[in-house]
């Protein structure tokens, strides 16, 4: 088996972590470990085998176990957090984090304090989603809007983004289309004439229209599209996140130089791994299925990986809240992506060497490469 310990890691899709008060609060601890509403029972939460790694992972780091919440509160309350965290975070060598500002859990860190919590760097993505929705106004004109909203995506990179990304997978689905500015204009109205800027946008032509035009820029400025696609909480319709459905968006752009990242995917990695395989500019990962579905890592990894050229494929952990759903995300996917080497269907054709080198791109130089256009060593 491969040793990929050495290697660091870009985790290119994930979440800040829950402040440092919370440290000692056992239900935070338990609910990050599944993608379940507040209202889902804790009980059942407990009954996991991500539940068990996660608390393995605490109860290495801090020497201690626990049995309930009090004892839970009583074995964090005298620990320096900051250095616990760092002791996480740098010995699965992560060293930058792209972080997805637009969804945040309650008492989220701000970046300074991300960085001191995990010593690595911190770059950020924009959300689409909450830019259209902060810069709406039932006073504004549709074209106020729009060309506000595009002046925000052309200069992101000037403002410190590395990337956009959008989420209409949980709002109108993944199946975009053209869509013209009367159309755009009309769903525009609709969605801010009631006054009810405040609710989510759910107007499929206005999305069509925000996802065609924003393209173009993207292209133009060399910044990457990640997409949310496959599996998430409860408030998506999973069936519209089938990244297959893109296909229409896919060979308008992708051939023109859009480069898409479709984060998460499962249990669409398959269909992921396919579409990098025969389109340009689509790259895509596994997060969230590893951690949450710790049991099944290695056969995950294996099935992403059964088209797709190496080149295409990235590290991300989607992990929020608490360093240890972190740790455990780097631990999977290490382990998992040295099973795949260590299958005779590849080691027997491959040289250990070629390995290595897909590994780190993998790991680390696909993220650094496709975000902020560095070159690995080749
Ligand atoms: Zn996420």
């Known amino acids: ?192 004439g009631s006054g009810s800027v405040s609710r989510p946008l759910m107007e499929a032509d206005l999305f069509h229209y925000m996802l065609w035009e924003t393209a173009p820029l993207l292209i133009r400025e060399e910044l990457p599209l990640q997409f949310h696609s496959g599996y998430g909480d409860p408030d998506e319709n999973l069936l519209q996140g089938n990244p297959l459905l893109l296909r229409e968006f896919i060979e308008a752009f992708c051939p023109r130089g859009l480069r898409i990242a479709l984060l998460h995917t499962y249990p669409y990695h398959r269909e992921a791994g396919y579409l990098a395989s025969v389109y340009p500019g689509v790259f895509f990962d596994v997060s969230l299925i590893i951690p949450l579905g710790a049991s099944s890592a290695r056969r995950v990894v294996a099935e992403a990986l059964e088209l797709s050229p190496m080149s295409r494929f990235l590290f991300a952990s989607d992990a929020h809240t608490r360093p240890e759903l972190f740790a455990l995300s780097a631990d999977l996917f290490r382990g998992a992506l040295a099973a795949y080497f260590s299958d005779a269907g590849v080691s027997r054709h491959v040289a250990k060497d070629k390995m290595d080198r897909w590994c780190r791109m993998i790991l680390h130089d696909n993220a650094s490469a496709l975000y902020l256009g560095e070159s690995g060593p080749g």
């Open 1 to 192: 088996m491969l040793d990929l310990q050495e290697f660091p890691l870009i985790d290119h899709h994930c979440h800040t972590l829950m402040d440092g008060s919370h440290k000692g609060n056992l239900e935070a601890f338990i609910r990050m470990t599944s993608e379940a509403p507040a209202t889902y029972p804790l009980s059942d939460l407990q009954e996991t085998v991500t539940y068990e790694a996660v608390k393995s992972i605490a109860s290495d780091a801090t020497g201690r176990a626990w049995e309930d919440a009090a004892e839970f509160k009583q074995v964090f309350r005298s620990l320096d957090y900051a250095d616990y965290s760092r002791q996480l975070f740098q010995s699965r060598r992560y060293e930058r984090l792209f972080v997805d500002t637009g969804f945040s859990p309650a008492q989220g860190m701000s970046a300074d304090d991300l960085a001191t919590h995990t010593n690595a760097s911190i770059h950020s993505i924009l959300r689409l989603e909450t830019t259209a929705q902060e810069l709406a106004d039932s006073d504004k004109p549709f074209t106020v809007w729009r060309d506000e909203l595009l002046d925000t995506v052309q200069n992101a990179r000037k403002n410190g983004f590395i990337g956009i990304k959008s989420i209409v997978a949980y709002r109108t689905g993944l199946e975009l289309r053209p869509a013209s500015t009367a159309e755009a204009q009309a769903a525009y109205q609709r969605w801010t």
